[in-house]
């Protein structure tokens, strides 16, 4: 099955720098990738997400690139703020031969941006 | 904007016993699911459910679990006996279509067993 490889497990930035995360997948059939943003306690809200036909993709302050020959993906916050600050996973998107897509989750990042 | 609802937030029960989580998915959404969130760890898919069957389950979704669409509404999760490593952050959700776009989370319920 799918393996979700997350990097950091903890950043620390200041206000305004810029965040990456980093994400690698096992399954080359794999091929939607979200980001969920989770704050304590509540539940995982989707940030920004990529399909495979895309390489790179931006809202706002927020973007995601994917390397399918490289089977990684990651994502970037810039110039970040105090309520950036929480817990954000990734997670790759496969349905193994059925109909329904189940996610699986990277181990998250705790990201703290500090004032 | 339409939200997946779960209940109770938070149930608290004696290692052994029943406990059903409940969900209200979307009202036009088909497909289903249940995952889990051990305190400080990722979540992990249990299962997937459309047309009242299970499509899939994880290693995790044994014997003990099972799920249910007794209406047209409502969708739950059982766990016959709960053991205390089932302590966790159960979320629901659900999404128009098989496809991997538009899945819709609920807010969770925090199981603790005792």
């Known amino acids: 099955g799918e393996n979700v490889e997350q990097h950091p497990s903890t950043l620390s930035v200041q206000e305004g720098d810029s965040a990456v995360i980093k994400c690698t997948y096992s399954?080359?059939?794999?091929?939607?990738f979200p980001w969920y943003k989770q704050e304590l306690g509540k539940r995982p809200q989707l940030i920004i997400d990529?399909?495979?036909?895309?390489g790179e993709k931006k809202d706002q302050r927020i973007a995601v690139t994917l390397n399918k020959t490289a089977k990684h993906f990651s994502l970037h916050i810039t110039e970040t703020q105090p309520e950036d600050s929480a817990v954000y996973f990734c997670a790759a998107a496969s349905n193994s031969g059925g109909s329904n897509y189940k996610l699986t989750f990277g181990k998250g990042t705790l990201l703290t941006v500090n004032p | 904007e339409p939200e997946v609802t779960q209940t109770p937030s938070h149930q608290v029960t004696q290692m052994g016993q029943e406990v059903i989580l409940r969900c209200v998915p979307i009202?036009?959404?088909?497909?289903f699911y249940w995952y889990r969130q051990i305190l400080g760890q990722k979540v992990e898919f249990l299962v997937s459910f459309y047309n009242n069957e299970i499509s899939e389950k994880s290693e995790i979704f044994d014997d003990q679990f099972s799920v249910e669409r007794p209406d047209g509404s409502n969708f739950t999760l059982k766990i016959r006996s709960t053991k205390l490593e089932d302590s966790a952050m159960y979320f629901c959700?659900?999404?128009?279509?098989?496809?991997?776009?538009?899945?819709?989370f609920g807010s969770g319920t925090r199981l603790t067993v005792v």
């Open positions: 990529i399909r495979s036909n895309v």
């Open positions: 959700a659900s999404s128009a279509t098989g496809s991997r776009y538009g899945y819709t």
């Open positions: 009202s036009n959404h088909l497909y």
């Open positions: 399954d080359s059939a794999s091929n939607y």
